[in-house]
């Protein structure tokens, strides 16, 4: 792009003319569309105007005119709105949309970053199953699951201990872990079916990160981003004989949405939580299962 002598940057004839457009436009449209309407209305009642347009046949158009005259800001405003990057929220619940939108490429990455990855589990295990049997157009798959670090003490998830005080409870850490540890294996076994057939590469693995399940992001092919925050403080119920815990529900939080479609302030979002997580599964441990054993 060339620059003037000042060190502007010259935009170019089109770029003038479009800018020219874009501001005189709506008034231009609305004088003329006015100027119609009052001739089709003078022509209506002025006889001799009247008759040197043809009498009545103008009315409708008239009438036709200020319709398109009142219409015709809101009409402006709507395709502006239509222009705007959209953000926004689904629930967790709706992930399944998302995976099935994903499988679609011929290439599927997904991330992500939660409590025990529990919802995205049950949309992926149907997916990756239907595979075996079509597998489309997709050619090769990438699953990456980041959840705590069960293995160490932890504000949540934990006991509710008196006056509402976390208290740490490895059992109750063992139980989450052991979860994650079956749909781990699960999900794996079934890249490793796919991949011995040799239609479909793939791969599925978790990893620890330090922390409480504060963030639940869900990365689709680094297209779009998923972003919700953890109720920390929702308990589960125990029995009568069981204490409550502070344990977050996944399947009730809700995600904003940011896709690269939406313009360049979305792709810098989505640019911006993809790093993120690759610096994170980077720094990340592998679980105790997966320890010995090649990524």
């Known amino acids: 792009m060339s620059g003037g002598g000042n060190g502007i940057p010259d935009d170019g004839v089109g770029e003038r003319l479009r800018r020219f457009q874009a501001r005189f436009e709506p008034a231009i449209t609305r004088v003329v569309l006015l100027g119609i309407f009052v ?11 009247g008759d040197a347009l043809e009498d009545k046949a103008f009315l409708g158009g008239a ?23 959209t953000r926004t929220q689904v629930e967790s619940r709706e992930l399944g949309g998302f995976v099935t939108e994903t499988f679609r490429a ?23 199953e239907a595979l075996l049997d079509d597998p489309g157009p997709t050619r090769r798959v990438s699953i990456r699951f980041l959840v705590p670090d069960f293995q160490k003490p932890m504000s949540v998830p934990s006991r509710v201990g008196p006056d509402g005080a976390p208290v740490d409870d490895e059992r ?13 294996r699960t999900l794996s076994a079934i890249a490793q079916r796919l991949t011995a057939v040799g239609r479909v590469t793939a791969e599925c693995e978790y990893r620890f990160y330090p922390g409480i ?71 990340a441990a592998k679980p105790p299962w997966r320890r010995g054993t090649t990524p």
Not at 172 to 184: M, N, P, Q, T, W
Not at 257 to 271: F, I, T, Y
């Open 63 to 85: 009438l036709l005119s200020l319709v398109g005259y009142v219409l015709y800001d809101t009409l402006k405003d709507l395709d502006a709105s239509l222009r705007l990057p």
């Open 172 to 184: 109750f850490r063992k139980r989450l872990e052991l979860k994650c540890r079956e749909y781990d």
């Open 213 to 283: 399940p504060r963030d639940k992001i869900c990365i689709f092919n680094r297209e779009s981003v998923l972003h919700g925050l953890y109720d920390v403080v929702a308990r589960t119920r125990g029995y009568s004989t069981e204490p409550d815990y502070y344990d977050p529900k996944g399947y009730r939080t809700d995600l904003n949405l940011w896709s690269r479609r939406d313009g360049e302030d979305s792709k810098a979002v989505v640019a911006t939580w993809s790093k993120h997580f690759d610096d994170l599964w980077g720094l």
């Open 39 to 49: 001739t089709g209305l003078t022509a209506q009642f002025v006889k001799p105007v």
């Open 106 to 128: 011929r290439e599927v990455e997904i991330s992500f970053l939660g409590y025990t990855g529990e919802t995205l589990y049950n949309a992926l295990y149907h997916r990756l």
